[in-house]
């Protein structure tokens, strides 16, 4: 089975060096606090949870069929 891509070889974002998702947390960047998905800082879990999980094809992909 292929290596689960991170978030930021998925969607490409461009930012992973100023992202505090990288490069440990690529796989769960919805867990960390303030990313830069989408060119803004996000908050914490809590805060962007809605945003990861109705706007995020990586979320959305790593969640399919779960
Ligand atoms: S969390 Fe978002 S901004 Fe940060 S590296 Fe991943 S895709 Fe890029």
Do not use: I
Request: contains cysteine.
């Amino acid at each position: 089975m292929a290596a689960r891509q991170n978030c930021w070889e998925s969607l490409r974002c461009g930012k992973e060096k100023e992202c505090p998702a990288y490069p440990n947390f690529g796989k769960t960047c919805f867990s960390v606090k303030g990313t830069l998905c989408n060119g803004k800082k996000q908050g914490g879990y809590l805060e962007k949870a809605n945003e990861c999980r109705d706007r995020c094809s990586f979320y959305k992909e790593m969640f399919a069929n779960k």
